[in-house]
């Protein structure tokens, strides 16, 4: 299977989260985000504790300091005041994951949410539930969402044709001489707007999936392609700025980044283990510490935070391809 086609079948189970930006001081806004990921990284060691109390102090210390947040920390935060007993501070948080994108359907099928649509509250919820949803529809730059959506719709088409052409050598071909010189021509168009707006993600247009899976295709064309591109090592080091300012989440640069060092190495190599069903110790201490470097969790965090939301329903909405368990071997 090609590594394009590969990728279009992964993507269909990925999903990564979008959010507004909340107002605030000039000095919040310049804040950097590597404290803030840290920050997380910590409350996810001690969510995988069930150490709720304290976990939610760090998700507040996170709110209090940042003006853009993430809209997977409201989510989780949500759950958090609800295990601690702070069900007020539960809507509250809620009220600010709606407004960041996250739907009536998918909160009614939170487990542990669920109580909340017991208390006389949640009738105030539904009923600013179209407001709030507005904020999330209409807010960001809407030309540069406009324009990114549109790429992305042009990127999807292109890449899923692929699905429907027999034989590997067939679908390489059709990746490096058709879908190839679209990929170029928007990549090129992304750098353009990274350059004048910045990032097109979740503080900027309230999306943080297009652009990803736009650079993540471009990634996984060939081996033969990536190893010429002088796309992506053009962008790449603007992809490292976003992730500092919080333009770009670590999840997102992990699944980007791996899928080039996958494609040039015939999936020998991995960065952040975003690929990997299994890996050695020594494989796996590496890998943790270049996840610690973006922000992104360990491995082994990541296997307990799976068995806690099997076992509790607790869920801290991480794109799937950072929730599956990998395998450690001796």
Sequence with gaps: MSH?????LFLTT?????????SGQDARRQADYAAYHRIIIDAHKRIARQDYPSALVLHRQVFDTYAFVFAK???????????TGQTQEAFTYLTKAISAGWTLRAIKK???????????RWR??????????????????QPVRSSVGKMFR???WKALLALFIPGDKARIRYAEKRFAPQSAQQVTQLIRLIDTYGYPGEQLIHNGYWAAVILSHHNSISKRYALHDTLYPLVRPKLLKALQSGQLSPYEFAMID????AVKSDSQETHFGYLSRS????????????????????????????DLQQQTGFDVYLPSGMTRKITITE
């Design 14 to 22: 990925v999903s990564l989260a979008s959010s507004p930006p909340d």
């Design 279 to 306: 890996l050695t110790r020594t494989a796996t201490n590496e890998v943790n510490q270049a996840r610690e470097s973006i922000g992104l969790d360990s491995i082994e965090t990541i296997s307990l935070l799976a």
């Design 124 to 141: 105030l919820i539904e009923a600013r539930y179209d407001s709030l949803r507005s904020r999330y529809r209409q807010g960001g730059n």
């Design 154 to 156: 042009k990127d999807q």
């Design 258 to 261: 791996d899928w080039y060092t």
């Design 110 to 120: 939170n487990v542990l949410i669920q109580p909340l649509q017991r208390d006389p």
């Design 73 to 83: 920390d409201y989510k989780v935060a949500t759950q958090l005041a609800l295990q």
């Design 4 to 8: 394009l086609v590969a990728l279009c």
